[in-house]
């Protein structure tokens, strides 16, 4: 069994067809998927197929790149939909100076304000860090027993060893198919099969040979060909492990 533990699927893209996507993806192998919102809004678009669908389950968050959509009662409203019995973190998270260098300060804080409140709720967290790696590794070292994952991992071989070290999981997606992906494998080489989650990121990131159209979760099996063949393990054994950690993580029985 495949576990997306990263797809978009209340995102636009999937407007014309997700009802008969979300359907199928079982019958493709695909067994659970976790749906992180970027807002209000899609957060609570993810709590409803969450709802809608057994296989689906839900994270909650304010993503950086959509900071311009707060309102004083956004963080309220997060945490109340974090409750739901079916949202498993908090995410999606984090820092992005690619697209916004000019806001670090706000940014910082709104991921502060969600790390606050995934402990405080008991939950992991799902971290997007887009050339932000330094301040991510910053802010998490100061929070006592968090955990969770470096959603598409993208720091260096360095942080990855910290993070692994201090209990986190690394999360690979469709650029480890990608031709330039050195680092990337460098870093899933060294990283141990139990710390390893498989995402695709839906609609975005589709691996080798999809490259260039939109993804969705059936797509997975080429991130699990990458992973095997890096590690030596057979792509069946790879399933197992990556599923047995999604439920490690998100505490999916
Ligand atoms: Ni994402």
Redesign the pocket.
């Known amino acids: 069994m495949l576990f997306d533990t ?1 797809a ?1 699927y209340d995102d636009d893209a999937f407007d014309d067809d997700r009802d008969e996507l979300l359907a199928v993806l079982p019958s493709k192998g695909v067994g659970l998927i976790i749906d ?1 919102g ?1 807002t209000v809004v899609s957060s609570r678009a993810s709590i409803a197929l969450a709802e809608r669908y057994d296989h689906v389950y839900s994270a909650v968050g304010v ?1 950086p790149e959509e900071i311009g959509t707060l309102t004083d009662s956004s963080l309220d409203e997060i945490l109340a939909l974090a409750k739901h019995p079916k949202c498993v973190a908090v995410g ?1 998270i984090g820092l992005d100076y690619y697209w916004d260098d000019t806001h670090k300060a706000e940014q910082k804080a709104l991921f502060r304000a969600q790390l606050e409140m995934a402990l405080t709720l008991d939950k992991p967290v799902i971290i ?1 860090d887009r050339e932000a790696h330094g301040d991510c590794l910053e802010i998490v070292r100061e929070y006592e027993g968090l955990r969770g994952v470096f ?2 991992y993208s720091g260096s071989v360095e942080m990855a060893r910290e993070l692994l070290r201090r209990g986190w999981y690394l999360g690979f997606d469709g650029p480890i198919t990608y031709k330039n992906a050195r680092k990337a494998i460098e870093v899933l080489e060294l990283c141990p099969t139990d710390r390893i989650l498989i995402e695709t ?1 839906s609609p ?1 990131l589709s691996p080798v040979p999809m490259r260039g159209k939109r993804n969705d979760s059936s797509n997975l099996q080429f991130v699990v060909k990458k992973i095997a063949e890096v590690k030596g393990i057979s792509e069946e054994e790879i399933c197992a492990v990556t599923a047995a950690n999604g439920k490690r993580l998100f505490n999916i029985i």
């Open positions: 990263h978009h992180p970027c993503h999606e997007h959603h598409c990121d975005y």
